[in-house]
């Protein structure tokens, strides 16, 4: 290992990052290695039936430690939860009544969904994917400029500047390197800007995931990559995927620090995202977290999953799932009550009807647009195009005046 | 073979499988690999069965990357196997590109001949499906520019059989381009008989065929709409309705881009002399630009207009609700006639 | 300023560099990164000096990795910076050309031009210099057919350098071409006296400038050769040896592929009545094409001939040895004039 | 860790490469992440002298042992050493001259060069990058052959069937895939063909890289992957590479074991080489191995090195020189007398004199010749230009004649 004792011979140096993770190894009395591989075990705070697990059992320790989250931040969390739960759910539904062309739900992954949200200031960046919905929704993004694109509207229905959320990224893994380059031109401005880069365990095979943990530790940027390790990757097994002990232990190849963190569990997903973030933006360096959870619902609407995995394995998923885990902690806890749920189910309602009302309404796209994009100033070749089509959809108006 | 039930029709989307599975049953180095492309049989299907059939050594599912599929592809290739490998979507080639350009289309020349990649990479592409952004692409530019590649793409079942055989039987790589809109299209095709056909053939015209033979898919005599791919249809709907106004239009498939048959294209249009090239893909330096540019290279006498062009809008893909004022169609083709000029 | 010192001859290379090195001192927020480029300053010593006289903050180097390199600049240019990558070689950009064709052709389009991503993407391109595999490519077309990406490639020292500040000022991404075997020639230009042009522009000019405007580099008045890049001086030593035969040839530098200067095509063509389309790349599908496609679209009735095209064979770029026979050269022009009809 | 005890979570099972490598480690009674993990320091048998170090500075341990390679091995390891700093010295001159357009050199790491060629079988595979001439020459190919791309006459210049070589490549990281097809290719056929596949320390940083090793490990293939480490991609040093405690870290997030090597030391590089090969044919698994070493000359002859290091680091490098160290240690043991030293530098003459006489013929390229490769049989398109140039050459002749 990096031992300052032992200099690396000439031109074999290291980056800063790395004396940066031996300082923190040996602040917490433990070896590099030790420092940046994964906790023995995945961390958990809620075993599947929502209750606290001892400290002992949470898979914490040195250099691995991730305090619980106050008390508003829990009910914060499960406030978005709920909304989440309903968000996924009545799309679907939209969906099968052909009010939504698709939808790729998040059932099941709402803890991870609204962690990555949560666990950010303002001034802080977030570049999710296609499954990441609800994640970009709590975060604050107007959730019908969320649903834009999969209406088949546009392909972007927010402003990625105003929200600080990339546009949701279909071309896969692509987006961590967005992620590290809005971080790194933040550091060359001397800001704080902690992003956190969202991607899937499927994702995660790509060379740009590659690349961008890599840019990433060699340019020192606070970074906090976020793999939602669902188990598929549309058809396709973790085990035909990977054949990594987990995919945090991705994180010491790059000199980085990787966790596994349950991520059906809302609690240890926030405790442990708050943690990299927070120590992501006090060093400027980046993390990887890998949150262990399962996707409900197929793929897409698009997708039949009956065809590569059994009823079976989706049912012991149900037992551990992330809103009920919540609402029993939280009940437990005494911080929940009944009117407070009650309130929560009726925030989450309101948002969804507001949602499913607007979502009725068909606007009618201006097909000129289409051109009006592409270059700051469209080209004389676009204007014309623009011309020709703009002269096609008269001639069909005077058309259809005629008829 | 026995398992393959051969109806009298069958679908675009069956007619590929179908071409695997012979090919897969013809020669034991036929391999098919790509996302999702085993269990599942790919998420239009078309390899449904194969993984089943032949045990997953034989077709399988990767990890998701497709510069290492092609990659592999390449090395598997070397080592005696016929790859057939999948991308998801037209746009999710763009990761393999290196891959292709600077070693499957190269490989041949680099080695004077020596290591030849019998490779295909089948890629469905168009629009047209109601598809979101980056699902919609045509990118056969790309690789119709790229010297050492084939191109082909069928519009018809039948075509979509013969030639997928074709293509994997080639020593050449063959990028497969399959019309995503016509998977489901359904055809009155008996399966059985083309596999006669094609497998009484000799091996070497096999390997050579009738690649990049186009095919004159309406006879006419006015002007030639040339087409491939998903706009075929189109191009003859647009045949139809000129008819009506009096105009006899021949319809040409050029059905495989590279090698690109310039003998049949004179032929039609020096009978027409007129033509307008039909095609999904931006139009700027496009395959349609190719197909424009050589014709009046090598027909400029025979022309009594210019060749026009019908293409998709220099834009980015739309979104589904806007893509079929993007895409050629019936009316835009009949536009392009309108403005030949008729007087002589 | 006063560090660069501009002389009145200078070379393609250096005014490059002196393009680079006044944008960074106008506008802090340009950025250079790439391979090799800060510390050696590039390998071809394009970017030399830039980290000595602006910090490693605002040139350096990066990983090797060419997509991790375009998708870092796509992040920087979301958050305001307007990075300046280098590709070391053209076909090393292929591993990016996802990054290319999915996120910087269509960012600004996808969000509805919510985000613009001011990047600039420098290419060394073209053969001629003796480079082994892989390093001679002309890959213009892929980025030209990509709707979303302007593509600039000047023939000139002072086009590089007036050009270069434009794709750097522009808010729209610019794939930039430069002919590398032109970086060490010579022009007897005052980079101070161009600056000076250039800065007092106005910004929104500067902003859209005379992209895209095609220069007619000779006069003639019988036949247009078009050409852009490393194919513009042998197009003028064509015209000149034409000229000897009594043919007057025009010769016309592209500068910009995208935007497209067709009305600057168009003048010359109907001047002339006659066209050659030079480029390095490989024929077919590629630029010329496009060009070849155009002119006979929109000057049908001016042409006494049909427009050729002389370009690159359809193969891989060849080993030095052999590559002069492959490129374009001043016989083979006059051998297309030669085929053109002079009768009338 | 992938302890069966605590079995994977439904959908979340690992490929069997992971239970591979348990039960490896258990066998040696150390944890599968010590086990993937690299040893401690580097793996080193001569020091910087040439003296023999003893076992337990030798940084070898359960799990990491590397038995040294019997005496003919040695010898024979020594004699292309010898002929592959001579090969290397050549050619440098010849460019120098003129004569040859490029050569990449590796003078300094020609015990990496000599080690890959001589852990592989008959029957294996290498994937060498344009830097390893000297593999390649020691692997069997003819010199000569080997040089055609670097005097410029074609692409490549041996059969890679016919060697088992893949053709020398360029653009980085890419032969690394091609090397897992040709192993997947052959297991698929049940034959034990062990591919190595080479490449730099900056090539690490591709995402090949990562699809490579990652694809190498679900599919369960043995490909060694050797990184040659020399400290600098053209300018960039590893520092600017990457943050990782070693470039062999990286194994463990694909599920592999990784080992650093010293790659100036002949012995050692030789028996981590063996110990990797011999471990991926008994267990058809892959693996990395990282050999630290130092690129003595240019990058290439276009490349002025003394704009990114200093004398003074190149000359602590020569203190290490790969072929003094084999040579010392050999004689010191009693392995080589001058006799044989004598015989060995004379042969190596041989090789380097009939190569630079075979250099001075400058074969005439058929320049017909760029059209018949293209595809197996030429297209029309391509019979058309042929017969173009056939003309235009033909026409050349006639001129030349007439003048
Ligand atoms: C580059 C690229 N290749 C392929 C696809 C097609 N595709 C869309 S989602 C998906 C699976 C992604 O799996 P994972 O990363 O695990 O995310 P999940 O869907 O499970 O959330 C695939 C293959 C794509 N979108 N982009
Ligand atoms: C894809 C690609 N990008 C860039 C280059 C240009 N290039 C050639 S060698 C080189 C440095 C490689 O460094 P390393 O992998 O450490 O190997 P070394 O030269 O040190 O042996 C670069 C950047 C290339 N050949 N391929
Ligand atoms: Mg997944
Ligand atoms: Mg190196």
């Known amino acids: 290992m990096d031992d300052p004792k032992t200099a690396p011979e000439p031109g074999h140096e290291k980056a800063e990052q790395a004396s940066r993770i031996f300082a923190a190894s040996r602040s917490f009395g433990i070896t590099p290695e030790q420092y940046m591989l994964p906790a023995q075990q995945q961390i958990r705070m809620l075993d599947a039936a929502g209750t606290l697990v001892p400290v002992e059992q949470q898979g914490t320790g040195p250099g691995h430690e991730y305090p619980i989250p106050e008390d508003e931040v829990l009910l914060k969390a499960y406030a978005a939860l709920v909304a989440g739960r309903r968000i996924n759910d009545q799309n679907y539904a939209l969906v099968r009544q052909g009010r939504l062309a698709v939808y790729p739900s998040s059932h099941g992954q709402e803890a991870c969904q609204v962690g990555a949200a949560l666990c950010l200031e303002p001034g802080d960046w977030m570049f999710p994917t296609y499954r990441d919905t609800v994640s970009v929704i709590s975060r604050g993004v107007d959730p019908l400029e969320v649903m834009v694109s999969f209406r088949g509207d546009w392909h972007c229905g927010y402003d990625p500047r105003e929200h600080r959320v990339g546009a949701m990224s279909t071309p896969l893994t692509t987006q961590l390197l967005h992620a ?51 188990g ?5 097994p973790l085990s035909s995927q990977s054949a990594a002990p987990s995919l945090a232990h991705k994180a010491i190849g790059y000199g980085l620090a990787g966790e596994q963190v349950d991520g059906n569990d809302m609690v240890a997903v926030l405790a442990t995202l708050r943690r990299a ?6 060093n400027s360096m980046p993390l990887l977290v890998e949150a262990v959870t399962y996707r409900m619902q197929a793929h897409t609407n698009a997708d039949d999953e009956t065809r590569y995995r059994d009823r079976e394995e989706v049912e012991q998923w149900k037992q551990k799932d992330p809103l009920l885990r919540m609402q029993t902690f939280l009940t437990g806890e005494g911080l929940l009550d009944d009117d407070a749920a009650g309130r929560i189910t009726e925030a989450a309602e309101k948002v969804a009807s507001s949602l499913r009302q607007a979502m009725t309404a068909d606007p009618a796209e201006n097909p000129l647009e289409i051109f009006d994009h592409v270059y700051a100033a469209p080209t004389a070749q676009l204007l014309a195009q623009r011309a020709q089509l703009d002269d096609e959809l008269q001639r069909a108006t005077t058309d259809e005046g005629a008829q | 073979m026995s398992t393959i039930t051969a109806t009298s029709t069958t679908t675009f989307a069956s007619a590929l499988n179908t071409a695997m599975s012979d090919a897969m049953e013809a020669d034991e ?29 034989r077709c399988f599912d990767t990890p998701l990357a497709e510069s290492g599929i092609a990659g592999t592809a390449v090395g598997m290739a070397i080592n005696g ?31 004077r001949g020596r290591v030849r990649l019998p490779i295909v990479i089948r890629i469905p592409y168009g629009g047209g499906v109601g598809g979101v952004e980056h699902h919609c692409d045509s990118s056969e530019a790309y690789y119709a520019h790229t010297a050492g590649l084939k191109v082909f793409t069928p519009s018809t079942a039948a075509d979509a059989y013969l030639m997928l055989r074709e293509a994997i039987d080639t020593e050449d790589p063959v990028v497969f381009f399959e019309p995503k809109k016509l998977y489901w299209s359904k055809a009155p095709e008996d399966l059985s008989t083309l596999r006669q056909a094609y497998e009484s053939e000799s091996e ?17 005599s006015d002007v030639s709409i040339v087409s491939y791919g998903p706009s075929v249809a189109t191009a003859l709907k647009a045949a139809e309705a000129a008819a009506e106004d009096g105009i006899s239009a021949e319809v040409l498939d050029m059905r495989s881009l590279v090698p690109f048959d310039e003998a049949g294209l004179i032929r039609s249009v020096e009978k027409t002399g007129r033509a307008v090239v039909v095609a999904e893909a931006q139009g700027f330096v496009s395959v349609a630009s190719e197909i424009a540019a050589r014709i009046q290279e090598r027909c400029f006498h025979s022309l009594a207009s210019p060749v026009l062009r019908v293409t998709g809008f220099d834009i980015p893909y739309p979104a589904p609700k806007l893509e079929e004022h993007h895409l050629p169609d019936v009316d835009r083709i009949l536009d392009a006639l309108d403005e030949m000029q008729w007087e002589d």
Chains 1, 4 share one sequence.
């Open chain 2, 29 to 57: 180095s036929v391999v098919v690999f790509g996302e999702d492309v085993g269990t599942l049989g790919g998420v239009f299907r078309i390899t449904d069965g194969l993984t089943k059939r032949f045990g997953s050594n």
């Open chain 2, 204 to 220: 070497n015209s096999r390997r050579i065929g009738a690649q990049g033979q186009a095919v004159v898919v309406r006879e006419g």
């Open chain 1, 180 to 230: 590290v380059g809005v971080a790194h031109a933040a550091k060359l401005r001397g800001e704080e800007t902690v992003v956190l880069a969202m991607c899937g365990d499927g994702a995660t095979s790509e060379g740009d995931f590659h690349e961008a943990l890599n840019f990433a530790a060699v340019f020192e940027v606070p970074v906090v990559f976020f793999v939602q390790n669902n």
């Open chain 1, 232 to 236: 598929y990757a549309i058809s396709v």
């Open chain 1, 277 to 282: 973030v927070h120590l992501a933006r006090e």
């Open chain 2, 81 to 111: 196997m016929r790859p057939v490998i999948e991308m998801q979507f037209d746009a999710f080639a763009f990761p393999a590109l290196e891959q292709i350009f600077s070693h499957i289309a190269k490989m041949a020349n680099r080695t």
